[in-house]
C-alpha cells in the first residue's frame, strides 16, 4: 500500500510517501513558515518529482493530535482535500504514536513521545518497541512533568524522549536522578515517516469522517466556561 503522509501537529511541516512501511521519499522543514503556505506544496512537489500523482497513491495519512490547534486543523483540512479531489480513503493517526517510531529500535526503554502543551503540562503517551512493532504502554494525554516523574520512579527503566517537550522532560529526569536518554536532533521532532508508519496496518475511512483530536479545550473555550 502506497500512503501519503503529511503531518503540521507542531512546528516543522512534512509530507511522506512510504510503500508498505518502506520510504520512498520525505520532505521536511521547520522554518516557522504558516503550514497553510508550506504543507499542501511540499507534497505536491514531492509527487511530482517521483512522477506520481494522487491517483498512484492509496490512501492519505495525517497525525489527527494532539499538537497545536491551529496545526491540526490545517493538516486534517488538507487531508481531507487530498482525499476528496482524488476519492482516496484517510487514516488519521495519534500524533505521539507517529513520534514513537522514531524511537523504533530502542527496546530497552520506554518510549515516550512528549509535546511542549503549556500551561506546565506536556501532551504525552508512552510506548515500548518489541522488535517488530509498538506497545503501548499509557493512552495520549495532558498531563504534567510531576505525574511523569512519578510514574517513572516505580518503574525503575530507562525513558526515550521525542518531540518539542522532551528536552524539558529530559532535563527533569536528570534533576531527579532517573535514568533517561534524548533523541538526537534529526529524530526530535515530528515527521510524516512516523505518521505513515503509524497509519500501516490501519483501517483507511472516509476523509469526510477525519476529525482533530486536541485532548484539551482551547483557550478560548475555557475562558467561555469559566476554567483555568
Known sequence: MKILAIESSAKAA?????????????????????HSRTLLKMAEDL???????LSDVDAV????????FTGLRIGVAAAKGLCWGAD????????????AWQGAGHADCVICPAMDARRGQ??????????????????????SLDQLTGEAKKE???????????KLCYNRFLAEGLPARLAPEPLLLQTAWGVAMAAKGK???????????????????????GHP
Do not use: H, W
Not at 15 to 34: H, K, R, V
Open 14 to 34: 512534512s509530507a511522506a510517501l512510504c510503500e508498505d512501511g518502506n520510504l520512498i521519499s520525505q520532505y521536511f522543514q521547520a522554518s516557522g513558515l504558516t
Open 47 to 53: 509527487l511530482k518529482n517521483l512522477e506520481l500523482t
Open 61 to 68: 495519512a495525517v497525525a489527527r493530535g494532539p499538537g497545536s
Open 88 to 99: 482516496l480513503p484517510c487514516i488519521g493517526v495519534s500524533t505521539l504514536e507517529a513520534m
Open 122 to 143: 506536556i501532551y504525552n503517551a508512552k510506548f515500548r518497541f518489541d522488535g517488530e512493532t509498538l506497545r503501548r504502554l499509557a493512552e495520549d494525554r495532558a498531563i
Open 156 to 166: 525503575e527503566i530507562s525513558y526515550f524522549f521525542i518531540g518539542d517537550g522532551a
Open 203 to 225: 483501517t483507511p475511512e472516509p476523509g469526510c469522517d477525519l476529525t482533530p483530536n486536541y485532548l484539551r479545550l482551547s483557550q478560548a473555550e475555557r475562558e467561555r466556561l
